[in-house]
């Protein structure tokens, strides 16, 4: 079974725990992408790596950090740094012109 | 600044019926555009794709259009389905720049009533 998996579906935090969220992929895709989605606003991009060991911000990195050790995976860490952490958050991997998301993780931080 | 509008924000139809979604886009220099199709608490999945050269393109019951010269795209969905309800979002992409440079709108939700 092919394409992106992200674990869990559902997280829970309390404010000032730093969390990390899953996503792994098995298409070979080289480049990976997280994006945030918040009700009523579009997708905006938080970090993205093209190949491994190599990462950039994206326009709402503030508060995230992430690493790309191994070609398949691409985990998120939210820290406690990040203002208003409760979001749906989604990962992609992208061949080509085509991207493809993750199920998404949806965090709330109480 | 780049940009991509959709409406209508929501959409209420009927089962069986059709309907056309809208987008217009200020993205500059362009590349492509494409519409995903996000059901609730899902990961969008891609309906179609297209390049600067293309107008229109078929996916089963959804067919998409573009106007490079207006900015504008449409989606139509033809004979609604239940399964249909969702959020169909519309994204332009800017041609160049190492991460793909995907400009997002926030989406049409869509329901479809029996």
């Known amino acids: 079974d092919g394409g992106i998996t992200q674990s869990p579906k559902y997280l829970f935090r309390k404010e000032g725990q730093n969390v990390t969220l899953s996503c792994e992929q098995n298409?070979?895709?080289?480049?990976m992408y997280w994006y945030r989605q918040d009700p009523g606003q579009g997708l905006r991009l938080i970090y993205y790596s093209q190949i491994v060991n190599d990462f950039q911000k994206g326009d709402i990195a503030e508060g995230y950090s992430v690493s790309r050790e191994k070609k398949e995976s691409f985990p998120l860490t939210v820290t406690s740094a990040q203002k208003n952490p409760t979001a749906f958050y989604l990962c992609?991997?992208?061949?080509?012109?085509?991207?493809?998301f993750g199920p998404g993780t949806r965090l709330t931080v109480t | 600044k780049n940009q991509v509008e959709q409406s209508p924000q929501s959409l209420i139809i009927l089962e069986g019926k059709n309907c056309t979604l809208q987008c217009n886009y200020t993205v500059s220099p362009f590349s492509n555009l494409r519409w995903y199709k996000q059901d609730t608490g899902r990961g969008p999945v891609s309906l179609t794709i297209?390049?600067?050269?293309?107008n229109t393109k078929s996916n089963g019951r959804y067919t998409a259009t573009l106007d490079a010269d207006t900015k504008q795209s449409s989606l139509h969905i033809t004979a609604s389905q239940l399964s249909d309800s969702a959020s169909y979002i519309c994204?332009?992409?800017?041609?160049?720049?190492?991460?793909?440079?995907?400009?997002f709108g926030k989406g049409t939700k869509l329901s479809v009533k029996p």
């Open positions: 994204v332009v992409s800017v041609y160049g720049g190492s991460q793909g440079n995907l400009i």
């Open positions: 297209m390049t600067f050269s293309e």
């Open positions: 298409l070979n895709h080289d480049a």
């Open positions: 992609a991997s992208r061949s080509g012109y085509e991207q493809y």
